[in-house]
């Protein structure tokens, strides 16, 4: 570890701390219809969408209503996705002639995936998908789930804030305000500074540049196996030409982060020079990924009266992002114990540390910082390959995924899984005092336990369901590309990052198989859609409660302590569930590292 | 019921739980406590299982005991909470036992009846030394009660025709006199019924609290069996399988089934400490309820101060001194026997070492206190003595001639702001003598309550018929929050519907059937035992010491329910961290040495480590049934300092403790050779 890698670390977080209060200020502002700067300019064509869409926007919804609006929206939006990728070869803007997304379940998996703002990629974006489906497909998700996140947690919070009242908000409407005078916004600007750094943004062709030095490559089959020439040898081919992907890159770029989708134009994702050039762009995409998470703490603390419990809500998760990081960093930095007697130091010359899979414009610091912002969050974007991270540093992203990804979390879900995570928190704490529970003068009473618990059970449902039937059959294990511990993470890791819809993959699993594709599509849709039902349903059921005024015998969510148990509780939920599995994959990885055995 | 039954561990109740903990594994039973259902299942796969192939015999024998154990010590655990009160029951049985009733016929003949025949509506007369036959109300008579039965309390209680204290108890006692009486209640219907009921745990339901505990506990049984049953195929994988034994062993210690098994128990037990209280609630939703009260109504008569004013100093008129002005209050309350008269006498008595006299007729003639006069005193060898409010005596002077000195005008006013009641003592031909103070005696130790009240966030009201002026005097002496003066029945009922329009939850005490409608809208209403049968079934509780002060035990009691619950849980889930160290690495370290990493207690051998944790899992049920029945302790304080406090012991403990009771165990159980 550097001290310049822990000054960046440092000036990340700080850049994040600024503009927490002025996008919270601002999200409340929007949700609770207040005025705004860009009311000029976006009132008129924000009655326009209500008036062309038979929209009342005075009409105000039941936690059902709000749902069913939800889902319905989500599941045509799907349907939609679904249909670009099969039919892409017959829509313009597809310079590349690119047929019909080739199998249905590889669709079905990508419509699913980018609907519940997984963006997990069992594709190559810039050998799969026309410009069309990108931007008309893809991009238009980027935006929808981020801003049905929001709105979601906004509606959770307004649970929370409303006193007897059966109602929750509008969700066409909040949905089109989230778009409006938030996401849209932000991208037009956020794009162009992108396109400053050397981020594409164009419709072209592919490009093609002459090798200056050809290089000879192994000939394979459609099946992946090696073809023999006449001799029984590899036969091999030379390569004289390299084709340069284009596209509207940055357009998607910027949404990609700021929604925390992490769904990449180009399979590389953020370590691809054309998504992610410098230092800076990468600085910038990792401040756009934490902003909403964080900037909702500031609006849950404004909308609910009590500022200080969003300040305690962000500091629970800025202790656990930073013990994240900390780790990651620790891990990363120290290399790889194996290699005895090679340089791993960090010094002028060189990085140091773990290198392997990662790019040298971004070194260790950046790596395993944004590693850990993306797991912390459910953007799922990488810089590095998370699978070539030693196995305490590839703990890290799959750890932050398994405690359901509140540590600023996805736009909107990282805050309503803190929430629900609150609810249990203060639940327990709250007997302890002895008194009926109470969150923000709400009692949390059996109801909204049911509820939340459904939430906590769905998460270790799918992931260890589906991976324990993927350790168990042949049709899981087959995609395994190493053995030992390692291939049980990279199973683990794949289907937690599905079902906490982060979309990020340890790699080193052949997942565009028909088990991987369809057991993928469930688990996202479960973890996004089987969650937020609950999560709707305390919202409901506590916008009807009345009002307790706070006393010295309630328990305070302003404090420390507070910020403490909420931790705790965080912790030993996502410890207690997940512990066996992560013993016998990355524990277990590590421990045999240090003894001498890697895979 | 007995005072005396405060030992947790009472050998008698002992041995019925040890036999009650055996019926309990009846799986219908344990159907109710979702999380030992679990581990009875487990139970009996195991016990199937080493019927049907040996394997390691010696520790999979030893797991499936130690299962069943844990079973059985949580039923231990319930079937304790409940002993206390099936004891209690047995008692109260006898007191109902057959009586012969006196029923008046309407013809006016008494025919002798078994008292379960006695119906509602029904006369019947009792004589000293008989027992009442069922509940009712006293419309002839007054009598001396026994009521020891019900409430433990040896000293009898008067009972009387008309007003608040003309309800009488099935199976309680006449000492003195005889009363008539209308029986209330239909057989099956008594309050001693009802009682047995209460104290059996017959008709305990869960209460709302608890069944929020149970979704979570029963949430989190599901997520370990998840965890634990995909735990095999990942073993599997790693080409480590388990047997059954190890996983059912791992699912039974990360459930909590320490909080699982001591559920119920905590909630019978914090009914029984109500009980022991000389409280009955009739619901365990009002103990929860009590727990969570914002706002206590406190009568200010026999709650706030002593039963009655007393006089407290004398203050002259110009030109008396304060002898005489003793001397001649003392005469004219010789025949006072109100409580506010013999004040009078003591306090002459004992400032100025002026005696009683018995005075007799012939020389003194005694005027009582009259609506028309408003005053009363004595006429005494031509003296006419007269006490009373300022303006009757004031009346009383201009109309013998003498003027009323602004003095004692403005004495008066004095008094009257302070809180006190001022009574003017006049003499015929001298005018007026002076003013004696009558105060409300604050009860000692009140104002401390109300303090601890207060740093446990409630907020304290008194009411009282006294004027604003005199009530506010007392609630800055007494240290309540707030007071509502001259309140009538309606204005009580107004307090509590604002109070709870605003979200609070309201406490009260009450006796009369003019109290009834308040205590049917509070949130938490004790009636008291000597209370007309209205309030009672009014209230959601009954105290059967009728002390209006308990109220704020009552309160205590909840509050130290839910947080025995809450502490429990906390401890029994942080436990499971300990449990993760002991069992993971054994599970694993035989395929994969360097698991052995994880095992940081130094766990002798992989049996034995699996082994102890399970018998630490059985154990700790056992250790903390005294803290389930006894509550965890209870200290007035905010509820963040509380809380605090409560994380440090039962979170950081439950994580603490198990580390080392698991290590001890490992090593006793491989010292003696049983792993």
Known sequence: MTANGWFQILLFFGLVLLVTKPLGKFITRVFSRERTLLDPVLRPLERLIYRLSWVDENHEMGWKEYCISMLLFSAISMLVLYGLERLQGFLPLNPQKFGAVNSPALAFNTAASFTTNTNWQNYAGETTMSYVTQMAGLAYHNFMSAAVGIVLAIAFIRGIARRQMKTIGNFWVDLVRCNLWVLLPVCMVGALVLVSQGVVQNLKPYDTAKLIEPIQVPRVGTDGKPILDAQGKQAMDTVTEQVIAQGPVASQEIIKEFGTNGGGFFNANSSHPF???????????????????SALTYTLGQMTGSQRHGWAVWAAMAILFFSGVAVAYWAEARGNTLLAGTDQKGSLTQPGGN???????????????????????????INSWHDSFTPIGGLVPLANVMLSEVVFGGVGSGMYGMLVYIVIAVFIAGLMVGRTPEYLGKKIEAYDVKMAMLVVLVFPLVILVFSAISAAFNFGTSSILNPGPHGLSEILYSFTSQAGNNGSAFAGLTTNTPWYNIAGAMTMLIGRFLMIIPVLAIAGNLAEKKYVPPSLGTFPVTTPLFTVLLIGVILIIGALTFFPGLSLGPILEHLLMMAGKAF | MSKNSKAVWHWKIVKRALWDSVLKLNPRKMMGNPVMFVVEIGSLVTTALLFKHGGAIKFNLQITLWLWFTVLFANFAEAMAEGRGKAQADTLRKARSETVANLLEPDGNVEPIPSSKLKAGDLVVVSAGEFIPSDGEIIEGVASVDESAITGESAAVIREAGG????????????SDEIKVRITSNPGETFLDRMIALVEGAERQKTPNEIALNILLAGLTIVFLLAVVTLQPFAIYSG??????????????????????LLSAIGIAGMDRLIQHNVLAMSGRAVEAAGDVNTLLLDKTGTITLGNRQASRFIVAPGVTEKELADAAQLSSLADETPEGRSIVVLAKEKYGLRGRELGSHEAVFVPFSANT?????????????KGAAESIAAFVSQNGSKFPSEVRSTVEEVARSGGTPLVVAEKSRGALGVIELKDIVKGGIRDRFNQLRAMGIRTVMITGDNPLTAAAIAREAGVDDF??????KDKMD?????QADGKLVAMTGDGTNDAPALAQADVGVAMNTGTQTAKEAGNMVDLDSNPTKLIEVVEIGKQLLMTRGSLTTFSIANDVAKYFAIIPAMFAGTFPVLNALNIMHLQTPQSAILSAVIFNALIIIALIPLALRGVKYRPMGAATLLRNNLAIYGFGGVLIPFIGIKFIDMIITRIGLA
Request: charged content about 15%; glycine content about 10%; hydrophobic content about 45%.
């Open chain 2, 374 to 386: 408003r005053m009363s005193g004595v006429d005494l060898n031509g003296f006419q003595i007269r």
């Open chain 2, 495 to 499: 307090l509590i519907r604002r109070e």
């Open chain 1, 275 to 293: 998504e992610n050039p410098t230092p800076l762009s990468n600085m910038l995409e990792l401040v756009a990924i934490f902003s909403l998470g």
């Open chain 2, 240 to 261: 480590s399988p388990q047997t059954i034994f190890v996983l059912v062993s791992l699912l039974v210690c990360l459930i909590p089934t320490t909080i699982g098994g």
């Open chain 2, 484 to 489: 509502l003066a001259q309140a009538t029945p």
């Open chain 1, 355 to 381: 290198m392997e899979g990662k790019e040298v414009r971004f070194g260790i610091a950046n790596s395993a910082l944004w590693a850990t912002v993306t797991t912390d969050t459910s953007c799922g974007a």
């Open chain 2, 164 to 175: 608040d204290r003309s309800a009488v108890t099935g199976g309680t006692r006449v000492l």
